[in-house]
C-alpha cells in the first residue's frame, strides 16, 4: 500500500510539476524550463507546486532564482458528468519571494519579489529592484519586463525633483561609438 501511495504521489507530483514548460523565462523561447530546490510541496486539488530553499528555474540562458517559487497552474475542464474536478493545465503564474534574481546573458535584476504571468508573458519585479546592464545600473522600487518582447519599464515610490525613492539610472557611454579624435 505505501508503495503505491508513494508512486501515486510522484506521479502527481510530475504531472504537477512538468507543465511550467508553457513559462516563458528566456526571450522567444519554447526551451522547456528545468527547475530545482531543496524540496517540493505539490498541491493537486489547487494545481500548484511550491518549490522551497534555494529555488532556481532555467531556460535555455534565462534564469530566475529565489528562496521560494510558487507555481499556479489553471484548472483542467472537469472530468465526466459526475462534477469532479479535472487535471491541471497550463502554468497561469509563477511567483518569487525572498531575494530575487533574474539573470540573462545581457541583464542581472535584483529584487525582493517576483510574478511571471503566463498570459501576458510579463515578469513584475517589485521591492528595492537594481537593474545592471554591463555598467550600467537602474534603480527603482517595480520593474515591469516583457520576457517575448524584451520592452520593460521601471517604477519608483516617489514622484517629483529631489524626492527619495525616485527611478535613478547611471549609464556609461560606449566608446566605441564616439568619434576617432585627430
Known amino acids: 500500500m505505501r508503495t503505491t501511495l508513494l508512486s501515486s504521489m510522484a506521479v502527481a507530483a510530475l504531472a504537477l510539476a512538468a507543465v511550467p514548460a508553457a513559462a516563458q523565462?528566456?526571450?522567444?523561447?519554447?526551451?522547456?524550463?528545468?527547475?530545482?530546490?531543496?524540496?517540493l510541496e505539490v498541491t493537486n486539488n489547487a494545481c500548484t507546486a511550491i518549490w522551497r530553499g534555494n529555488a532556481e528555474a532555467l531556460q535555455e540562458t534565462s534564469r530566475l532564482r529565489a528562496q521560494v517559487l510558487k507555481i499556479f497552474n489553471k484548472q483542467g475542464p472537469a472530468r465526466g458528468g459526475g462534477g469532479q474536478g479535472g487535471g491541471c493545465g497550463e502554468l497561469d503564474?509563477?511567483?518569487a519571494e525572498g531575494q530575487v534574481y533574474y539573470v540573462t546573458p545581457?541583464?542581472?535584476?535584483?529584487?525582493?519579489?517576483?510574478?511571471?504571468?503566463?498570459?501576458?508573458?510579463t515578469l513584475v519585479m517589485s521591492g528595492d529592484v537594481v537593474a545592471v546592464q554591463g555598467q550600467n545600473v537602474l534603480r527603482g522600487t517595480r520593474m515591469v519586463f516583457n520576457t517575448k518582447t524584451g520592452?520593460?519599464?521601471?517604477?519608483g515610490q516617489a514622484t517629483g525633483r529631489n524626492a527619495q525613492g525616485r527611478v535613478r539610472g547611471v549609464f556609461y557611454p560606449n566608446k566605441s561609438d564616439q568619434p576617432a579624435k585627430r
Open 106 to 121: 545581457d541583464q542581472r535584476v535584483r529584487a525582493n519579489a517576483a510574478t511571471y504571468t503566463a498570459a501576458n508573458q
Open 25 to 39: 523565462l528566456a526571450r522567444n523561447s519554447d526551451a522547456p524550463v528545468d527547475i530545482t530546490a531543496d524540496e
Open 93 to 95: 503564474r509563477l511567483e
Open 151 to 155: 520592452e520593460g519599464n521601471m517604477v
